[in-house]
């Protein structure tokens, strides 16, 4: 079991998580501030689900102190796949997300940043 944790803990900073994370901000800002086409909505809604399931699988896996945010990021996902609402609805949900989605990316750096210096340490 250590062994899978200690794999999934280095693919989070090394498969790319951190660029989702920013993708799917910037996506849910020119959600907020500009006018796409309804075919963005599409991709938007795939990244930041895929941002958010990624992000709270390994919220839970590395950062069990911190599970509440994985929840919240699971139950912004379910919002940002399910929901069917007006263009002008969008916005308060689409900031939780960008938030939620720069908190945990902030935390998992932080883990990944403090794993490192021990093992710097150590060695």
């Keep these: ?28 800002v020119v959600a907020i501030y500009g006018d796409p086409p309804y075919g963005f909505f599409l991709a938007l809604k795939w990244v930041v689900v895929g941002a958010c399931a990624l992000n709270a699988w390994q919220l839970f896996n590395q950062i069990p102190g911190l599970i509440a945010l994985a929840w919240l990021l699971i139950a912004s996902a379910a919002v940002q796949a399910l929901g069917s609402m007006d ?22 750096l932080f883990l990944a940043e403090t794993e490192k210096k021990s093992n710097n340490k150590g060695g």
Aim: glycine fraction near 4%; charged fraction near 10%.
């Design 1 to 28: 079991m250590n062994a899978l944790r200690s794999y999934f803990r280095n693919l989070s900073i090394k498969s790319g998580l951190p660029l989702l994370n920013i993708v799917a901000i910037i996506m849910l």
């Design 87 to 108: 263009r002008s609805d969008w916005p308060p949900f689409n900031w939780a997300s960008a938030i939620l989605l720069s908190v945990s990316g902030c935390a998992l």
